[in-house]
């Protein structure tokens, strides 16, 4: 099962694209983990994923995302790549969301 939950903060404001069959959403989100390393220090780690919406999660997400929001995001990983214009694939993670919501 291809399933993933996340937790964080909008990083940027939501693009939206509007084709002749739908929409696409598409923004980033930060997640930040913390713990304490051997030093017994506190270390944070974020990490910025490529969340992607279609349709009418895209419409909830017009309404719902702004940057520096939290937000809670259920979806897939997909992974893509292409060839840019140098000649070098470019590789690509991103969610796909199926749920998109308010964290409070």
Same mark, same amino acid.
């Given at each position: 099962?291809?399933?993933?939950?996340? +937790?964080?903060? %909008?990083?940027?404001?939501?693009?939206?694209?509007?084709?002749?069959?739908? @929409?696409?959403?598409?923004?980033?989100?930060? !997640? !930040?983990?913390?713990?304490?390393?051997?030093? *017994?220090?506190?270390? @944070? *780690?974020? !990490?910025?994923? *490529?969340?992607?919406?279609?349709?009418?999660?895209?419409?909830?997400?017009?309404?719902? +995302?702004? $940057?520096? $929001?939290?937000?809670? +995001?259920?979806? $897939?990983?997909?992974?893509?790549?292409? %060839?840019? $214009?140098?000649? @070098?694939?470019?590789?690509? !993670?991103? +969610?796909?969301?199926?749920?998109?919501?308010?964290?409070?």
């Amino acid at each position: 099962m291809n399933s993933v939950k996340l +937790i964080g903060n %909008v990083g940027s404001d939501l693009n939206l694209l509007t084709f002749e069959n739908g @929409k696409k959403a598409s923004f980033s989100l930060a !997640t !930040t983990e913390s713990y304490k390393n051997k030093q *017994n220090e506190d270390v @944070k *780690n974020t !990490t910025w994923h *490529n969340v992607v919406a279609w349709g009418k999660i895209a419409d909830v997400c017009n309404d719902l +995302i702004s $940057k520096g $929001k939290r937000v809670q +995001i259920e979806g $897939k990983l997909n992974y893509r790549n292409y %060839v840019n $214009k140098e000649n @070098k694939t470019v590789y690509i !993670t991103e +969610i796909i969301a199926y749920k998109v919501s308010e964290e409070q």
